[in-house]
């Protein structure tokens, strides 16, 4: 009696083992299972890491006035695990903080913060330009936070500030 060889399909190492469906080296069931785990962790919010944030808004003015499209950033000061958080305003001046680990809107984490307001605008006729000239709208004492006399505390809850610039300030 003769025995003939048997016949072995690519990616089988034995005639009895069944044939692996690979991509790039890996197999598909590996694939799928990673792409399942991803996109649960992103459908999922306690995927998300960082701390709890709390709803934050506020209203900026410059001599009672509101001021329209200005950045408006919450810097921790001594408080461990805070993070900054950022808004701009609207037409009344109105803004709502987010924080980068939260959804938009989402508010700032619980903590002490110095408060920065900072808006510039680009005359009319330097738009088109390479280097455009850029005038701050805001006194450059608001625009860091070495130098901001603005302050903010979060607390548990809602939380609602208002700031009034002052112009002449330096």
Excluded: W
Aim: aromatic share 6%; hydrophobic share 35%; glycine share 10%.
């Amino acid at each position: 009696m003769k025995l003939l060889p048997q016949r072995m399909s690519k990616g089988m190492s034995t005639p009895t083992q069944r044939p692996q469906r690979t991509i790039l080296g890996h197999t598909v069931k590996m694939i799928a299972v990673c792409l399942a785990f991803l996109a649960v962790c992103l459908i999922l919010p306690g995927c998300r890491r960082g701390p709890p944030v709390v709803y934050v808004e506020g209203v900026v003015t410059m001599n009672g006035e509101p001021i329209e499209g200005a950045n408006v950033g919450f810097t921790p000061v001594g408080t461990p695990g805070a993070m900054p958080a950022a808004g701009f305003t609207d037409a009344k001046g109105k803004f709502v903080l987010s924080t980068h680990t939260a959804k938009f809107g989402g508010g700032a984490t619980v903590g002490d913060y110095v408060v920065i307001v900072s808006k510039t605008i680009i005359p009319p006729g330097e738009e088109d330009k390479d280097s455009p000239k850029v005038v701050l709208v805001t006194p450059p004492l608001y625009q860091v936070k070495e130098t901001s006399p603005l302050r903010a505390t979060v607390k548990n809850g809602q939380n609602r500030f208002e700031f009034d610039l002052k112009s002449d300030s330096k």
